[in-house]
Nanobody, 127 residues
Framework: QVQLVESGGGLVQAGGSLRLSCVAS????????MGWFRQAPGKEREFVAA????????YYADSVKGRFTISRDNAKITVYLQMNSLNSEDTAVYYC????????????????????WGQGTQVTVSS
């Protein structure tokens, strides 16, 4: 089992950047497919970005492609989400997720495909 703790959220002006971190306790993240999701007020939780177990493949939602980057540190216990060119539509609580089940794909985009979740970190973009 792995516990995930997100950090790095906050208030930023439109056009600015933030880097979110997701620290895993218990084991390295090389055993997991990783993902970032977000949930804005009154909306469903939506997929943002995914990283394969090897760390070699990434996948992004169209809304963040070219602006956000998911990555993992060499120690393989922290996953990052670098967010650039932020706008008001990026305002949401951001969640880190990990999948431990047997995987046939490099990445997953649906909530039910993940097994562990962090508590979330708030990102607010002011216009």
């Amino acid at each position: 089992q792995v516990q995930l703790v997100e950090s790095g959220g906050g208030l930023v002006q439109a056009g600015g950047s933030l880097r979110l971190s997701c620290v895993a306790s218990g084991r390295t993240l090389s055993s997991y497919n990783m993902g970032w999701f977000r949930q804005a007020p009154g909306k469903e939780r939506e997929f943002v970005a995914a990283l394969s177990r090897s760390g070699g493949s990434t996948y992004y939602a169209d809304s963040v492609k070219g602006r956000f980057t998911i990555s993992r540190d060499n120690a393989k216990i922290t996953v990052y989400l670098q967010m650039n060119s932020l706008n008001s539509e990026d305002t949401a609580v951001y969640y880190c997720a990990a999948r431990s089940r047997y995987s046939t794909s490099a990445y997953y985009t649906r909530r039910e495909e993940y097994d562990y979740w962090g508590q979330g970190t708030q990102v607010t973009v002011s216009s």
